[in-house]
Every structure is written in C-alpha cells, then in structure tokens.
C-alpha cells in the first residue's frame, strides 16, 4: 500500500503561487494514477487535478490554466504548481491514489488571504 507525505502549503496573498509536494513510499508508484485533492472547511472533498502513469493530466474546471500536475518517479514523487491563487482555493489539500481509497495522508493547509 502506498503511504503518502503531503507538504508545501502555506499562507499566501491572491495572486501568489505555491508549490505542494506528495512524497510516496512503496513500491509500483510509477503504475498509479495520481491525484491531487482538496477540502475546504463544510464541503466535500474534491479531486483538482490528476495525472496517469503515462503523464496525462486532467484538471477541475475551478483549477484549469492555473495549476499544473506532475510527476518524478525516480523520486516517487507527484507536485501541483498552483499560481494565481484566489481566496477560494483555501482547503486542505491531499494527494492519493485516484480510485479506491482506503486511508489519506495528513494533507497540507493551503490559506489564500491578504
């Protein structure tokens, strides 16, 4: 099973940008399809951005041309470049796997606020 370390997040201005990083253990993570997720304070989480093992991404309509996912393998790692930030990307935001679920990570306070 993959255990997963979410970190990155912050308090940041609108407009400003962040870069959050997802660090895997175990092994096969080249094979999984990966995501990035958020939750903010009384809402459902929702997947944001996601990429294959092959390297296609797909994006929520909310993020798209403002994100970018990405993956290293050789590092067992997947980041989400998030510029222009607005005041309703506050959440916590987590990365996992993007299918059945059975545990998350810790996840990472993104705070966009001037």
């Known amino acids: 099973q993959v255990q997963l370390v979410e970190s990155g997040g912050g308090l940041v201005q609108p407009g400003g940008s962040l870069r959050l990083s997802c660090a895997a253990s175990g092994s096969s993570f080249s094979m999984y399809h990966m995501g990035w997720y958020r939750q903010a304070p009384g809402k459902q989480r929702e997947l944001v951005a996601s990429?294959?093992?092959?390297?296609?991404?797909n994006y929520a309509d909310s993020v798209k041309g403002r994100f970018t996912i990405s993956r290293d393998n050789a590092k067992n790692t997947v980041y989400l470049q998030m510029n222009s930030l607005k005041p309703e990307d506050t959440a916590v935001y987590y990365c996992?796997?993007?299918?059945?679920?059975?545990?998350w990570g810790q996840g990472t306070q993104v705070t966009v606020s001037s």
């Open positions: 996992n796997v993007v299918g059945p679920i059975t545990a």
């Open positions: 990429i294959t093992p092959n390297r296609h991404t």
